[in-house]
């Protein structure tokens, strides 16, 4: 738990009061016997100082500060609700501040009175004890009675049973892994050059084009091994690619089929990938044969081909087998 001191003023807390793991405390603050100070809740005592009395809560994103050199005392068996700000006031015994109530400096807040929710008890302003006070500003609306004891009795009891069950109720689980919902950016680690200027060249296996990858000089240490392969898988952004439908006529063939079931470039993430024969390495430039992609394309990766792992013997051309003997022709640019 976030417990600090600061410049030589360090926090005083009861052996017995639960401090919240993700609650601050620091400097000059003492917190008394069996209080409860809630998840987020900060009490800064850095150049001024803050009292909290036993059994009381400082409920959670409560905010408690004081002035320098000053003071922010807060009585016995008080309870201070969510979000609620206190700054270098008094607020006597028994008292109870509501939800995103803020009292502000030099205020006090009498023994036993209840401010409402969201009320704001202005510098200097008196609540006087056993009277109930909402508003913006405060303004006392009647007597705390037999209808308030009960609950605000009940509230305090619960809070302080609260500060003994949660160091051992309170049970840390490990986080799980988060779903993968994004890439990081992909960078271009090179330039693939071809004949192709326009969209539309063949696919790489049925074409004879001959090109270069050029990739950045920082990248050429990568390419150490690689000339011991006839083939390499070359991936590449489709970087004229503009939008996508699910279902496109493809152009081997007139009958409508779902995107995935084609080799269309236009896709929900524009990414290509040819097989190219390697015809020499260069320092960092490769000379291929089979290329596809327009030029200027900007290269992605490099993989190596290898038939064992990627031309499995039993692969099945789908829709495509239909129509591929009637496409067997030379589809140099």
Not at 244 to 270: C, E, I, K, Q, W
Request: with cysteine; aromatic share 6%.
């Amino acid at each position: 738990m976030p417990i600090y001191s600061f410049e030589g003023r360090r926090p005083e807390i009861d052996g017995s009061a639960y401090i919240s793991p993700t609650a601050t405390v620091i400097g000059g603050v003492s917190v008394g016997e069996r209080c409860y100070i809630g998840h987020g809740a900060i009490l800064r005592g850095d150049y001024g100082s803050i009292a909290v009395g036993d059994e009381t809560a400082v409920e959670e994103g409560v905010i408690v500060h004081a002035r320098p050199e000053d003071w922010t005392r807060i009585g016995r068996r008080v309870t201070i609700g969510h979000g609620a700000m206190v700054h270098n006031a008094t607020i006597d015994d028994g008292a109870v501040i509501g939800m995103r109530a803020v009292v502000s400096d030099f205020a006090v807040v009498g023994q036993g009175a209840i401010v409402g929710e969201m009320t704001l008890v202005k510098n200097s302003q008196a609540i006087p004890a056993g009277k109930v006070a909402v508003g913006v500003p405060a303004r006392v609306v009647g007597d705390v009675d037999e209808h308030h004891r009960p609950m605000t009795r009940w509230a305090k009891d619960l809070y302080v049973e609260l500060s003994a069950r949660y160091p051992a109720g309170l049970v840390e689980l490990p986080q799980p892994d988060p779903p993968v919902t994004a890439l990081p950016p992909l960078v271009p680690i090179g330039v693939i050059r071809s004949p192709y200027r326009e969209i539309g060249p063949p696919q790489g296996a049925m074409a004879d084009a001959e090109g270069e990858v050029e990739l950045e000089p920082r990248y050429e240490e990568g390419l150490a091994d690689v000339a011991g392969f006839s083939h390499v898988i070359l991936l590449f952004g489709l970087h004229r690619s503009r939008g996508y439908r699910l279902t496109v006529t493809p152009h081997m063939d007139p009958a409508p089929r779902g995107l995935f079931a084609t080799r269309s470039p236009r896709r929900p993430n524009p990414i290509g990938m040819t097989v190219v024969r390697l015809l020499g390495v260069e320092g960092c430039r490769l000379r291929v044969r089979g290329v596809d992609m327009l030029d200027g394309t900007p290269l992605l990766d490099i993989k190596p081909y290898v038939p064992r792992f990627d031309g499995p013997s039993d692969a099945r051309a789908g829709w495509l087998e239909a129509v591929l003997d009637r496409h067997q022709h030379d589809f140099s640019p």
